[in-house]
């Protein structure tokens, strides 16, 4: 009895587990159509005459060409179609009376193939923290140039730049302000009330403002070049720093911002078919 026991507990219990999910399983959501949909200004890539089998129909009208360059604004989805109309016209445009003030419909995977989204030039702020470790410094009124590196953290405000056809900045200008570790020493300070040089050499704050322009060819590489200013705190007003408040340049390498992009649609008023 025991073992006849024992076996139906088994497979009684195969059983259950058999129509449990395992954890170990992916299980697919489908998302509405809603949360993919198309929106916003895309270009045609491509020119294709309105024989060939993709077909850019007029609503309640015939089949008319595509036209690479041509732009167009989405309206709506419906039933796997893309509805929009092209953006408005020059006025000397040869195909201004084919396409202007009508609507277009065309399935969703052609539009896609035959389409890119464009974005706004300019991608907007963003903020973030960089570090110039590497300054040339020069004094004024004489040729004595100091090529030092320096510990320093600064908070930025950035605006990027980039083209119509990718959502991220490839160009950023930045604003900076922060503190910087400078070294001070008998050549390049001097005590204010005597004019002696500094006879130690010590570490002292300065106050940083900078200014900078940040090439970002990937996510993971970039680099910048940096004009900027210091100016010694108060604890070292006792001295004369003989860059105190001079340009200097520097050099940063995979410098990281917040990622500064833009999904936002370019003016419509500077697009123009036809031109």
């Known amino acids: 009895m025991n ?11 195969s059983m259950v587990m058999s129509s449990v999910p395992s954890f170990s399983q992916t299980i697919e959501i489908e998302l509405p159509n809603e949360v993919n949909k198309l ?24 089949a008319e060409g595509i036209v690479r360059g041509y732009k167009v604004r989405v309206l709506y989805e419906e039933n796997g179609e893309v509805y929009f109309k092209y953006l408005k016209w020059n006025a000397s445009a040869p195909d201004k009376a084919t396409y202007e003030n009508k609507v277009f419909k065309m399935k969703r995977g052609d539009f896609e193939k035959l389409t890119r989204k464009l974005y706004s030039r300019g991608k ?3 903020t973030g923290a960089y570090t110039v470790p ?12 100091d090529f030092e590196s320096s510990l320093s953290l600064q908070g930025n405000i950035v ?36 004019g002696d040089p500094l006879s130690e050499v010590r570490t002292a704050t300065a106050f940083t403002t900078s200014f900078g322009i940040v090439l970002t060819p990937s996510p993971v590489a970039n680099i910048g070049v940096f004009i900027g200013w210091d100016n010694l705190g108060r604890a070292d007003n006792d001295l004369n ?19 500064t992009k833009n999904s936002n649609e370019p003016t419509s008023g500077n697009l123009e078919n036809g031109s």
Request: hydrophobic share 40%; charged share 15%.
């Open 134 to 145: 590497f300054r040339l410094r020069w004094a004024q009124g004489n040729q004595k140039f």
């Open 39 to 62: 929106e916003g200004i895309f270009e045609f890539k491509h020119s294709i005459p309105n024989s060939y089998l993709i077909q850019l129909e007029s609503v309640g009208g015939s």
């Open 124 to 126: 907007g702020f963003s």
């Open 159 to 194: 605006y990027g730049i980039g083209t119509r056809y990718k959502e991220d900045s490839y160009l950023n200008l930045s604003l900076g302000f922060g503190l910087t570790g400078v070294q001070l020493n008998p050549e390049n300070t001097t005590l204010r009330s005597t």
């Open 3 to 13: 073992v006849i026991f024992r076996l139906i507990f088994v497979a009684f219990s």
């Open 241 to 259: 720093w003989i860059y105190e408040g001079n340009t200097w340049v520097g050099i940063g390498v995979n410098i990281r911002f917040n990622a």
